[in-house]
Structure formats: C-alpha cells, structure tokens
T-cell receptor, first 116, second 113 residues
Framework: GAGVSQSPSNKVTEKGKDVELRCDPISGHTALYWYRQRLGQGLEFLIYFQGNSAPDKSGLPSDRFSAERTGESVSTLTIQRTQQEDSAVYLC??????????????FGAGTRLSVL | SQKIEQNSEALNIQEGKTATLTCNYT??????LQWYRQDPGRGPVFLLL?????KEKRKERLKVTFDTTLKQSLFHITASQPADSATYLC????????????FGAGTRLAVHP
C-alpha cells in the first residue's frame, strides 16, 4: 500500500475484554514500531521490531500488552483484560530500519481505543 | 535518563510572522534529531532531520538548527500561514539505539489570519 494502514480506526470495548489492533507497514520497511498517545500527551514507545531480530519490548507497560509481527509484514498489538487507563490512541510506524538513513518513521492514522 | 523538553504552552502568532519552536534535551549526545508535524486525529508526519555535525538545515519555509553544546534544536517556520497550525514534535534516537526514537510531548502552534 501507499502508507501505513491501521485497523480498526476506532475501538470501544468494555473493561476486562481483550482487544487486537492491526498494523500494515509500508512494503519493504524492515522496522515497525508501536506507540501509545494519551490525550494531549506525547508518544510513548511500546515495542520495536527489526527484521527477524528479537523485538525490543522495553516499553510495554505491563504483561497485559503483547505484540507479534509476521516476518516483515503485518503486526498485531494485543491488550488483554483492558483497563480504563489503556484508553488512548495507539500509533504504528514503519521505517527502512537502516543506519545512515536517519530512521525516518512513517505513521499510520492510529487506532483510538476507548475502554468503558 | 534521557529527557526531551518542548514548550507545553501553545504558541500563537500572526500570519506572515516567523514561528520558532524549541526542543531541549538532556543526558546524552544524539547522532541526529528529527521534527514531525501532527494534525488532530492523524499520525505524525516527518518534516526534517538534522545530524550532529550539521548546524542548520532548510526545506522551503522551514529551518532547523542543532546546537550540540546547548543541547537544543530550534525549528523555524517563516512567513507562517494558518495551514501551518498543528502540533510539532521533536524526536531523538534512544541512547544506544540508533533506530529507536524518543519523542517530545510537542508544541501546538496556532497561526491566526
């Protein structure tokens, strides 16, 4: 596709339910990132995939959060037993992931998650 | 730990004036710094990248400076237009992680006709 695609664009769920958020990166981009953005705040790094290397999960806030990526394509962020504080916009970005290119990141429009 | 600071207060300016936004960082020396624009309901969009050995970078009406002694970057928009109204984020690579970025909270710019 032409850009990073995220689905769904909006998700409303009840506290305690599990949710899955999907990201389709730009074709050929080896690096993929997930961020969380709470209302009026900056981007909070969650997880980073680079090619076939083990993902950098250092930003995941709890063990309720997990993410997978199949090769260099689609990624899914899963939040189990959602809590109200999980309400935020979840942004996905991809990049060429090569040093020397300055790691310009291309973002999707995000998934707005509301936990009732 | 690394810290990025951007002015949290919105910047209001008149159309045609130059907008100047500030990004300060502490505790390390990044190899590069980036600026992004974010409109409401959308993901950030890359604008400019400046490397540690560059003092200044320009792109059309945009100019970025990078002072590694002061640990500061300035982002200028000349001849500002109402369409420039958005939130502007600066981003730096994590220390020891060239491909992983830490973002500032952003500064909201409002350009009034």
């Amino acid at each position: 596709g032409a850009g990073v695609s995220q689905s769904p664009s909006n998700k409303v769920t009840e506290k305690g339910k599990d949710v899955e958020l999907r990201c389709d990166p730009i074709s050929g981009h080896t690096a993929l990132y997930w961020y969380r953005q709470r209302l009026g705040q900056g981007l909070e790094f969650l997880i980073y995939f680079q090619g076939n290397s083990a993902p950098d999960k250092s930003g995941l806030p709890s063990d309720r959060f997990s993410a997978e990526r199949t090769g260099e394509s689609v990624s899914t962020l899963t939040i189990q037993r959602t809590q109200q504080e999980d309400s935020a916009v979840y942004l996905c970005a991809s990049s060429w992931g090569r040093e020397g290119l300055g790691n310009i990141q291309y973002f999707g429009a995000g998934t707005r998650l509301s936990v009732l | 730990s690394q810290k990025i600071e951007q002015n949290s207060e919105a910047l209001n300016i008149q159309e045609g004036k130059t907008a100047t936004l500030t990004c300060n960082y502490t505790n390390y020396s990044p190899a590069y710094l980036q600026w992004y624009r974010q409109d409401p309901g959308r993901g950030p969009v890359f604008l400019l990248l400046i490397r540690e050995n560059e003092k200044e970078k320009r792109k059309e009406r945009l100019k970025v400076t990078f002072d590694t002694t002061l640990k500061q970057s300035l982002f200028h928009i000349t001849a500002s237009q109402p369409a420039d109204s958005a939130t502007y984020l600066c981003a730096l690579p994590f220390s020891g992680g060239y491909n992983k970025l830490i973002f500032g909270a952003g500064t909201r710019l409002a350009v009034h006709p």
